[in-house]
Nanobody, 122 residues
């Protein structure tokens, strides 16, 4: 069973940037699409970004497109989320997530880590 551990969250002012990192266990990391989800207080968990198995295709939620960038390092089993121009509405717990396929849509992530808190102050 894959284990996902996120880091890099914190408190930042609106307009600032953060970079989230996720390290995944397992030898087959490079076989699967990876993504980021988030859950704000009182709201359902939602899709943020996805990247296919070799990193040549990415997909973003409309709310973050143009501000966030997902990337991966298959040598070191890492996934990253660079977040720029952060807004108070981005405040949430962010989860690294794994799909069962080489490419995945927003609803196809079945495994996630414990999450890292991101708080954006106005």
């Amino acid at each position: 069973q894959v284990q996902l551990v996120e880091s890099g969250g914190g408190l930042v002012q609106a307009g600032g940037s953060l970079r989230l990192s996720c390290v995944a266990s397992g030898r087959t990391f490079s076989n699967y699409a990876m993504g980021w989800l988030r859950q704000a207080p009182g709201k359902e968990r939602e899709f943020v970004a996805a990247i296919n198995w070799n990193g040549d295709t990415t997909y973003y939620a409309d709310s973050v497109n143009g501000r966030f960038t997902i990337s991966r390092d298959n040598v070191n089993n890492m996934v990253y989320l660079q977040m720029n121009s952060l807004e108070p509405e981005d405040t949430a717990v962010y989860y690294c997530a794994k799909a069962d396929y080489k490419s995945a849509g927003p609803r196809e992530f079945n495994y996630w880590g414990q999450g890292t808190q991101v708080t954006v102050s106005s």
